[in-house]
Structures are given as structure tokens and as C-alpha cells.
């Protein structure tokens, strides 16, 4: 199943427990579609609630608002049946939005292009949590429950871990040669793998963030954005174009499973039940899979190359304290790389009424 946008997508999400998928397009624009087995995704709505491009779309838990952040600065709940604004948040920061991710069911986390990271409660209908650690844009954000920590990949080369309860940065990488582009934590907890534009796949044991583990060296371009799959296996989305399922120790590329063009893939998301693999080019087109028939068998892929491994370290998540949370000082990066262009207006309005409708 497929369906062509009139501009390019950056984003998409899938519904918690409907048939219904979200994108986010650079234009500002949201576009809702519920799609089946038998037929192609059916266009619900449109709407353009951002002036600038809405870089990051979540359905809340509940499923009845879509979350959007946008390089306009703002951060908007809409109606999942209308498309109307519930609640608007014009300066959540100073710079554009780049990423937005759900943490529970009353909480959300922001990260822009200057590398801020909020944290918004919507009971207190307020800005809870800020982490100002990261020098460039802030790529990837994932939350861990177990520990109530946010980890975060920058375009300064970084990654960060954020604790809610103390309000403090917990740890932080030594600047890396590439820019961190995407996350998954891995093997219960013990890993955590990052995409670079190198397209190799740095590896952390937690607790020893400091430096990268491991190096996997089996993607030939940028890995773009990734999902885990279960706890060995992860399935990434590269500028090539091609979606790949990969093994974490051992590290190998187990087999391509599709290849949605020949451009960058932009973004991967699993439906609620894991029926379906949706995934965004820059070729404008959603492209929903059956997640089944792609692990199946190999797919025909053009100009595929054999995986290679940097260090398959299978005994390092034995000899790696997992359980430890080792307190390391932030380190500062050096430099500062390439990010999404966003116009960053200062913030001058309170955030204590932007959850007050939902």
C-alpha cells in the first residue's frame, strides 16, 4: 500500500490501536489516512496548522489527539476526527522543533535545533524538565521507563542521558567523528545503537557512555532512522533507500527487506500491532508493508552488498556492570554540525495553558 503526498514528508505515526496513520509534511501540513488490507490508504483529511514544516508527528497514548512540532517554534494538539486545533503552544522554544516523542500518558518530551530538550506535563500544564547539554540539533530522543530517562543523539556528535527525577544530565558521549542521527536501546536495556552518516552503528553498554563499545560497519551510506524489532534484532532506514533487518550482537546485516526508492528514507514506524512497516522517502511516497511477508525472505534489492563488521563483540554485554548508572560529567562537543534550517523566535509566551483543553 502506498500513497503520494504533494510535498515531502518528514514524519509519520501510527494510531495506538485504529487503522489510522499521520504524517507530518515540510510544508506544515498534517495528513491522516486509515488504511486496510484490501484497499490503499483513504485520505481522511488535510490540514496546514504550522507556517513552517512540521518535522515531528506522534498520536498521544490515549490516540485521540495528534501531537506536532514544527521549525515555526510551535507545538500543536489536533483532533484525531477533525483535524482542528485542540491546544497551540506558538514559542515552546526558541529554536525549531526537530523531534517529539510521548513518555507516559501525561508527559512529552521536544528537542530543537540548538540542542534543547523540554519536558511537558500535561497536568501541570507546564514545562517540567529542561536539559540545555547538546550544541547542535537534536536527531533522536528516546524514553527508557525503567529508569525515567530521556537518551538523546545530536548533530554535535553526542549522546545524553537525561534522568526526570533529578532534572539533571546523567551522562554524556565524548564527541564523536560523526553526527549521531538515530537511536534504539537494545539487548534488555544493555545497548544502546546509534546511526551515523558514515553509516556505521556505534554501540554503548549502559552505564559507560563515554565511548562507543562497538563499531558495525555494515551500512555503506546514512543510517537515517532505525527500530527495534525484538531485543537482537533492529530494523534500520538508510539513504540508499533500502529498509534492512540487522543483528546486535553479533552484528550483521541479516537480510534487506525492501527498498522503498532510491532516496533517503526519512522515517519508519510500526503499526499498533506490528501488522505493518510504514516508512517515508524524500520521494514524497508513504509506503505501508506487510511486516510479515518482508521477514519472510530476502527481498530483490539493487546494488546490495555484502555485510562487513567493524568488532563483533558477542562477549562484551557479559563483561559490561549493565545495571550500573554511572555518573559521568557532560562533555562539551567540538563543533558543530549540518541541521535542519528553522527560523528560531524567542520565547515569550508561558506554556500554562497549552494542555488546558486536552
Given at each position: 500500500?502506498?500513497?503520494?503526498?504533494?510535498?515531502?514528508?518528514?514524519d509519520l505515526d501510527f494510531h495506538p490501536s485504529s487503522p489510522l496513520v499521520v504524517t507530518s509534511l515540510i510544508t506544515g501540513e498534517l495528513c491522516?489516512?486509515?488504511?486496510g488490507s484490501e484497499s490503499q490508504?483513504?485520505?481522511?483529511?488535510?490540514?496546514k496548522p504550522h507556517?513552517?514544516?512540521?518535522?515531528a508527528v506522534r498520536f498521544l497514548d490515549s490516540g485521540k489527539a495528534i501531537l506536532s512540532g514544527s521549525a515555526d517554534c510551535s507545538v500543536l494538539a489536533s483532533d484525531v476526527e477533525t483535524g482542528k486545533a485542540i491546544a497551540r503552544l506558538e514559542d515552546a522554544h526558541e529554536n525549531g522543533i526537530n523531534r517529539l516523542v510521548c513518555l507516559t500518558e501525561t508527559t512529552i518530551a521536544t528537542g530543537d535545533d540548538e540542542g534543547c530538550i523540554k519536558v511537558w506535563d500535561t497536568r501541570e500544564r507546564s514545562c517540567c524538565n529542561t536539559f540545555d547539554v547538546h550544541e547542535d540539533y537534536i536527531s533522536d530522543m528516546s524514553y527508557v521507563a525503567?529508569?525515567?530517562q530521556i537518551l538523546a543523539t545530536s548533530g554535535d556528535g553526542t549522546l545524553s542521558v537525561n534522568n526526570l527525577r533529578r532534572n539533571k544530565v546523567k551522562s554524556q558521549s565524548e564527541f564523536s567523528e560523526d553526527e549521531l542521527l538515530s537511536l534504539v536501546v537494545m539487548k534488555n536495556g544493555k545497548k544502546v545503537v546509534c546511526g551515523t552518516p558514515s553509516g556505521a552503528l556505534l554501540l554503548y553498554s549502559w552505564g559507560y557512555f563515554k565511548d562507543c563499545s562497538d563499531r558495525f560497519l555494515g551500512h555503506t551510506q546514512s543510517v537515517d532512522t532505525m527500530l527495534k524489532l525484538d531485543e537482537e534484532t533492529l530494523i534500520s532506514g538508510a539513504s540508499d533507500g533500502v529498509i534492512r533487518l540487522v543483528g546486535i550482537l553479533p552484528n550483521r546485516i541479516i537480510q534487506p527487506l525492501a527498498e522503498h526508492s532510491e532516496y533517503p528514507i526519512e522515517a519508519l514506524a510500526f503499526s499498533n500491532d506490528k501488522r505493518y512497516l510504514g516508512s517515508l522517502s524524500h520521494d514524497k511516497m508513504l509506503k505501508l508493508w506487510d511486516?510479515?511477508?518482508l521477514l519472510n525472505g530476502p527481498q530483490a534489492v539493487n546494488g546490495e552488498e555484502p555485510a562487513e563488521s567493524g568488532s563483533d563483540d558477542d562477549n562484551d554485554n557479559d563483561n559490561d556492570n549493565d545495571g550500573m548508572d554511572v555518573d559521568?560529567?557532560?562533555?562539551?562537543?567540538?563543533?558543530?554540525?549540518s541541521k535542519k534550517a528553522g527560523k528560531g523566535q524567542s520565547s515569550s509566551r508561558p506554556a500554562?495553558?497549552?494542555?488546558?483543553?486536552?
Open positions: 500500500m502506498e500513497v503520494l503526498h504533494e510535498e515531502m514528508p518528514f491522516l489516512f486509515r488504511y490508504p483513504e485520505r481522511l483529511f488535510s490540514v507556517k513552517e514544516s512540521c518535522r525503567d529508569s525515567n511486516l510479515q511477508e559521568m560529567a557532560p562533555t562539551s562537543s567540538k563543533g558543530s554540525r500554562s495553558d497549552f494542555f488546558a483543553d486536552l
